[in-house]
């Protein structure tokens, strides 16, 4: 499944890491993780991308959120 094809994934930009207001809620973890890259369309929605499904099956590429628990979770340096 890739972006678009559900909205589970889908969230507005004002609610991006680039926003001074950012929030994880409707993200969970993958706000805060290596290993998730925010991918942003021309429509305005991000995507949360999951890098660890590179190389492991049982992480999707896209994962539904929130995110609440995952054993691949680490978090980012730069966030507290
Ligand atoms: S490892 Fe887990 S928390 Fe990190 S980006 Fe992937 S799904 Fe999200």
């Given at each position: 499944?890739?972006?678009g094809?559900?909205?589970?994934?889908?969230?507005k930009r004002?609610?991006?890491?680039?926003?001074?207001?950012?929030t994880?809620?409707?993200?969970?973890?993958?706000?805060s993780?290596?290993?998730?890259s925010a991918?942003?369309?021309?429509?305005?929605?991000?995507?949360w991308?999951?890098?660890?499904?590179?190389?492991?099956?049982?992480?999707?590429?896209y994962?539904?959120l929130?995110?609440l628990?995952c054993?691949?979770?680490?978090r980012r340096?730069?966030?507290p």
């Amino acid at each position: 499944m890739g972006p678009g094809n559900s909205g589970e994934h889908v969230i507005k930009r004002d609610d991006n890491e680039h926003n001074p207001h950012f929030t994880v809620r409707g993200i969970g973890l993958c706000a805060s993780c290596v290993h998730s890259s925010a991918i942003h369309n021309k429509e305005g929605n991000t995507f949360w991308l999951c890098k660890m499904s590179e190389k492991d099956v049982r992480y999707p590429k896209y994962p539904r959120l929130p995110v609440l628990n995952c054993a691949g979770f680490e978090r980012r340096s730069d966030i507290p």
